[in-house]
């Protein structure tokens, strides 16, 4: 057995294109700063940032190999955890001047 | 009474206590990575930190006793309120609990020998002691103690010149220390349970460890960060705080208190995880509604943790966020209510025993109860406007936390005693403690909610002849606690040299700690066993026993 | 007796605990600076215009390139575990190696951008900043110190990093053991994920 295949999601090969589309990520991010799209932009950008670093936590991270629950739970967990911080944060900062 | 059904026959003389590892002396407890003694270690400490922030309080509630200074200067008595809040919330409330018994009987109780990581157990314990250590240090170096109060709100703590920067990074290790400790008990639950120990054979107090651990481990670090801000302000001037700069005072409060607030179910979780196990014990009943007690439990948890700006109703907050926050407070009261309701239901037509675990549990259960039907009150928008910064606030937390945790932890201390140190405390005077302490406590407490509900403001050093005779009566009120607290600290000093030596099993319960020997072997057990029943089968194990 | 004793002394070994302890540990920093996301989003929505000017005077291509060190750095990370995981040691090494060289190399381009700021009179406190609009002042101050926490995390990996290869070069960790270092490797990524918030946040507002 092909030691790649004993150890789930650990062959070079997937690193490397996992690395190149970080990199094409990377090289569309910073293209579409460059464009005048308001306040798409951080959405985009934010996006992509979220792309790239799933494809780091999955791959780099082996998170998609896990198969135990508790693994497959904590990366969602913190991102609601911090979504409800920063949603409730901004239920004051968003409506200081009286609620429309 | 029914015979104890000790499996492991361990003859004493091989108790942790006389199987020192490695090092031989005092560094075979301060370089142990044995969670028993762990947490012993953290034991003596909180106690000492305990009594310190007692002693705090005792001249606090001197300094109040009349109008107008008696004997301290305003300054002083700002220091005091702040150190009194640091130590007991960073260095007793909060740790308390899950590092003391956590540490001691999660392994124990779910048939491991140790937690995941022991050396990583030990670092947890120096950081508590090293962040400490900073602590006093700020007290006593520098232009002295902070006077911020135990929440640093800026810009006050940016420009005061006292030892802020000192605290705040005390609190910023004490933090590490909290995380280390949920991450080695959330790791411990997860991976070291014995075979037939399902998740639904948890004892309940392990179950509010595992929620209290996910609180540690999210929430700490936000706090971490809004101090080493501080930190950085006071050196840098970053500007993040500092209305000069631009900075909001309000995102520190929210700062502050997205951890804060979820604190204040890390101190208070394990403390109903012990309620949990003992009220079935001294009623000899099943607990009455298992799984609604353990996922309450992960509730308070989650819904605890979006709460936090009820402590900024009257700050500048927006009215919507206002108005979220009321609905949410509102709602974490359900999960605490099942709770209470199940206790209550476990005691109703069960055979009462009562010991003073017992005891302790149902003074839990009435001013837990009180304080969080103040915390309604003070949870709705318009009485908030009136009873913010007031008496009330103080007189509602210590309900929660004193009455609460603390009665909680009382309750620990008596049931575990004997496991922990292989002798028995006097029972009656343990009960004659109780009541002067209950007694004291309301005499004290109520007299702050009356206080509040009057208009006196809190942290105020002098006040207006009209709240003479109620702060009179809280300081009275408050010697009777504090006489209460010292016969009880006394008894199970005594009990400790001077106690009978005790059973393996003097409570007849059914958790695994009871089922090895007073104090327990350094691997805790010879096998280990294979779980058949669950943490409150009194039956089955009464059949097999 | 004497076997019983070595019975109780065996070696309990739980690479899966070892990893969630990790896991764990990753949760708690990404929302230590998830604090500092929150304060970043909450000033720039106050400020948007401010951070937009600030931003510019970033040194846009240094941020790039430092983006794609530590992508790659990434990336020999990750080979580095799954050669020792083959028992390629020596290849296992150099991968590490190269890691830690990337690592050092962000650092350095960090030092040169902070030093041509600091040059210029930006910095928290100078007089130059605060002349200038509160949002400015505040995006330069959260640039400091959230490009200076992540500097700080990167600094303790290359050591981390560095604490690894001479474990595997003592054979401390091995083919048969190579949890420590997947978990340094976990670390090391967490590094790069914070990075890859950070680059769009300070150097491409548009």
């Known amino acids: 057995m092909k030691p790649e295949e004993k150890i789930p999601g650990a062959s070079y090969k997937v690193y490397a294109l996992v690395w190149i589309i970080l990199i094409i990520l990377t090289g569309m991010t910073f293209s579409f700063a460059g464009m005048e799209l308001g306040g798409w932009t951080v959405l985009i950008a934010l996006a992509i940032a979220g792309t790239k670093s799933g494809l780091v936590l999955n791959y780099f991270m082996h998170l998609r190999s896990e198969r135990q629950l508790i693994f497959r739970v904590i990366i969602p967990l913190v991102m609601a955890v911090f979504l409800v911080f920063i949603l409730l944060t901004f239920a004051d900062l968003a409506f200081r001047g009286g609620m429309r | 009474m029914i015979?104890?059904?000790?499996?492991?026959?361990?003859?004493?003389?091989?108790?942790?206590?006389?199987?020192?590892?490695?090092?031989?002396?005092?560094?075979?407890?301060?370089?142990?990575?044995?969670?028993?003694?762990?947490?012993?270690?953290?034991?003596?400490?909180?106690?000492?930190?305990?009594?310190?922030?007692?002693?705090?309080?005792?001249?606090?509630?001197?300094?109040?006793?009349?109008?107008?200074g008696a004997i301290m200067k305003p300054q002083t008595y700002n220091s005091l309120f702040t150190l009194h809040g640091i130590i007991m919330i960073f260095l007793v409330v909060i740790p308390a609990i899950p590092t003391v018994f956590g540490n001691f009987f999660l392994p124990i109780q779910i048939g491991a020998r140790d937690v995941a990581f022991p050396r990583i157990n030990l670092l947890s314990w120096w950081l508590y002691i090293s962040g400490a250590v900073i602590v006093a240090l700020s007290i006593f170096t520098g232009e002295g103690p902070p006077d911020t109060?135990?929440?640093?709100?800026?810009?006050?703590?940016?420009?005061?010149?006292?030892?802020?920067?000192?605290?705040?990074?005390?609190?910023?290790?004490?933090?590490?220390?909290?995380?280390?400790?949920?991450?080695?008990?959330?790791?411990?639950?997860?991976?070291?349970?014995?075979?037939?120990?399902?998740?639904?054979?948890?004892?309940?107090?392990?179950?509010?460890?595992?929620?209290?651990?996910?609180?540690?481990?999210?929430?700490?670090?936000?706090?971490?960060?809004?101090?080493?801000?501080?930190?950085?302000?006071?050196?840098?001037?970053?500007?993040?705080?500092?209305?000069?700069?631009?900075?909001?005072?309000?995102?520190?409060?929210?700062?502050?208190?997205?951890?804060?607030?979820p604190a204040t179910y890390i101190m208070i979780l394990p403390a109903m995880g012990i309620v949990s196990d003992v009220v079935p014990v001294f009623a000899r009943k099943k607990i009455f509604g298992y799984m609604a007690i353990a996922l309450s439990g992960m509730a308070i948890a989650a819904v605890g943790s979006l709460v936090w700006g009820h402590h900024m109703f009257v700050s500048g907050q927006s009215d919507?966020?206002?108005?979220?926050?009321?609905?949410?407070?509102?709602?974490?009261?359900?999960?605490?209510?099942?709770?209470?309701?199940?206790?209550?239901?476990?005691?109703?037509?069960?055979?009462?025993?009562?010991?003073?675990?017992?005891?302790?549990?149902?003074?839990?259960?009435?001013?837990?109860?009180?304080?969080?039907?103040?915390?309604?009150?003070?949870?709705?928008?318009?009485?908030?406007?009136?009873?913010?910064?007031?008496?009330?606030?103080?007189?509602?937390?210590?309900?929660?936390?004193?009455?609460?945790?603390?009665?909680?932890?009382?309750?620990?201390?008596?049931?575990?005693?004997?496991?922990?140190?292989?002798?028995?405390?006097?029972?009656?005077?343990?009960?004659?403690?109780?009541?002067?302490?209950?007694?004291?406590?309301?005499?004290?407490?109520?007299?702050?909610?009356?206080?509040?509900?009057?208009?006196?403001?809190?942290?105020?050093?002098?006040?207006?002849?009209?709240?003479?005779?109620?702060?009179?009566?809280?300081?009275?009120?408050?010697?009777?606690?504090?006489?209460?607290?010292?016969?009880?600290?006394?008894?199970?000093?005594?009990?400790?040299?001077?106690?009978?030596?005790?059973?393996?099993?003097?409570?007849?319960?059914?958790?695994?700690?009871?089922?090895?020997?007073?104090?327990?072997?350094?691997?805790?057990?010879?096998?280990?066993?294979?779980?058949?029943?669950?943490?409150?089968?009194?039956?089955?194990?009464?059949?097999?026993? | 007796m004497d076997e019983a004793k070595a019975f109780i002394l065996e070696e309990t070994r739980d690479?899966?605990?070892?990893?969630?302890?990790?896991?764990?540990?990753?949760?708690?920093?990404?929302?230590?600076?998830?604090?500092?996301?929150?304060?970043?989003?909450?000033?720039?929505?106050?400020?948007?215009?401010?951070?937009?000017?600030?931003?510019?005077?970033?040194?846009?291509?240094?941020?790039?390139?430092?983006?794609?060190?530590?992508?790659?750095?990434?990336?020999?990370?990750?080979?580095?575990?799954?050669?020792?995981?083959?028992?390629?040691?020596?290849?296992?090494?150099?991968?590490?190696?190269?890691?830690?060289?990337?690592?050092?190399l962000f650092l350095v381009n960090k030092g040169f951008e902070w030093g041509m700021k600091i040059e210029h009179g930006i910095y928290p406190s100078s007089p130059i900043l605060l002349a200038r609009a509160k949002g400015e002042i505040l995006f330069f101050g959260l640039y400091y110190v959230m490009t200076g926490l992540h500097g700080l995390h990167v600094l303790v990996g290359v050591c981390v990093l560095c604490g690894m290869l001479m474990l595997i070069a003592k054979d401390r960790i091995n083919q048969m053991r190579f949890v420590p270092l997947e978990n340094a490797g976990l670390y090391w990524h967490l590094v790069d994920i914070i990075w890859i918030f950070l680059y769009p946040l300070f150097y491409l507002i548009t």
């Not at chain 2, 007694?439 to 403001?457: D, H, Q, T």
Request: some cysteine; hydrophobic content about 50%.
């Open chain 2, 3 to 68: 015979a104890t059904r000790a499996t492991e026959s361990v003859h004493p003389k091989t108790s942790f206590y006389h199987e020192p590892g490695r090092y031989r002396g005092i560094l075979s407890w301060i370089l142990t990575v044995d969670h028993k003694r762990i947490g012993l270690l953290y034991f003596i400490f909180v106690i000492a930190f305990f009594f310190s922030g007692v002693v705090l309080g005792f001249f606090m509630r001197l300094e109040m006793i009349a109008p107008g």
């Open chain 2, 149 to 261: 109060g135990w929440t640093f709100y800026a810009p006050y703590s940016l420009r005061t010149t006292v030892n802020v920067p000192l605290a705040v990074f005390g609190v910023f290790i004490l933090g590490m220390s909290s995380i280390l400790t949920g991450i080695n008990l959330v790791t411990t639950t997860h991976r070291l349970r014995a075979p037939g120990m399902t998740w639904k054979r948890l004892p309940l107090f392990l179950w509010a460890i595992y929620a209290t651990s996910w609180v540690q481990i999210l929430a700490t670090p936000v706090i971490g960060i809004t101090m080493v801000l501080i930190f950085l302000e006071r050196f840098f001037g970053v500007g993040v705080f500092d209305p000069t700069k631009g900075g909001d005072p309000i995102l520190y409060q929210h700062m502050f208190w997205i951890y804060s607030h």
């Open chain 3, 15 to 104: 690479d899966t605990g070892a990893k969630l302890g990790m896991w764990l540990f990753i949760l708690s920093e990404l929302l230590l600076f998830g604090g500092m996301f929150i304060l970043y989003s909450a000033y720039r929505y106050k400020n948007p215009v401010d951070f937009h000017h600030a931003s510019r005077e970033l040194e846009v291509l240094l941020g790039t390139f430092n983006t794609l060190i530590l992508l790659t750095s990434s990336l020999s990370m990750a080979a580095s575990v799954s050669a020792l995981q083959r028992g390629e040691r020596k290849l296992s090494m150099v991968l590490l190696m190269a890691t830690m060289a990337l690592g050092l």
């Open chain 2, 320 to 545: 919507f966020a206002n108005l979220l926050f009321s609905l949410l407070t509102f709602l974490v009261a359900v999960p605490s209510a099942i709770k209470v309701f199940n206790w209550v239901a476990t005691l109703h037509k069960g055979s009462i025993v009562l010991e003073p675990p017992l005891l302790f549990c149902l003074g839990f259960i009435f001013l837990f109860s009180v304080g969080g039907l103040t915390g309604l009150i003070q949870g709705a928008l318009a009485p908030n406007v009136h009873l913010h910064d007031t008496y009330w606030i103080p007189g509602h937390f210590h309900y929660i936390i004193f009455g609460g945790m603390g009665f909680g932890l009382f309750a620990a201390f008596h049931y575990w005693f004997p496991k922990m140190f292989g002798r028995m405390y006097h029972r009656k005077t343990a009960k004659i403690a109780w009541v002067i302490m209950f007694v004291g406590f309301n005499v004290f407490y109520f007299s702050m909610l009356l206080l509040g509900w009057e208009g006196m403001p809190r942290r105020y050093y002098d006040y207006l002849p009209q709240f003479r005779t109620l702060h009179l009566t809280a300081t009275f009120g408050s010697w009777i606690l504090i006489a209460g607290l010292i016969i009880m600290f006394a008894n199970l000093f005594r009990g400790l040299f001077k106690g009978e030596k005790a059973e393996d099993n003097p409570w007849n319960a059914a958790t695994l700690e009871w089922q090895i020997a007073s104090p327990p072997p350094t691997e805790n057990f010879q096998n280990i066993p294979v779980i058949q029943s669950g943490p409150y089968d009194f039956k089955e194990f009464a059949k097999n026993g």
